[in-house]
């Protein structure tokens, strides 16, 4: 699905961004596998606990050849 969303973008848009909890494994190896690179970090609150993000960004060319079939990589599997 993400390959597919990229290729109806990457005429119009060059990058595509997105934020992940700093301490969520699963998420981060989501956006790792698919190339995204961290390009800032943020805290915010969640119930007055306060936590910390990722920005995340990719190319949406490199994303544009994702094979959907396979959402691009195995994540959680190791």
């Not at 699963?26 to 800032?40: C, E, L």
């Not at 970090?41 to 544009?64: M, N, P, Q, W």
Request: proline content about 0%.
């Amino acid at each position: 699905m993400l390959g597919e969303l990229a290729r109806r973008f990457v005429g119009d848009r060059d990058r595509i961004s997105a934020v992940v909890l700093a301490d969520n494994e699963v998420g981060r190896a989501f956006y790792d596998a698919r190339g995204f690179s961290v390009v800032g970090e943020r805290e915010t609150s969640f119930s007055g606990v306060e936590r910390d993000e990722l920005i995340v960004r990719a190319d949406l060319d490199d994303l544009a050849g994702l094979d959907d079939a396979s959402g691009g990589a195995d994540v959680g599997s190791g």
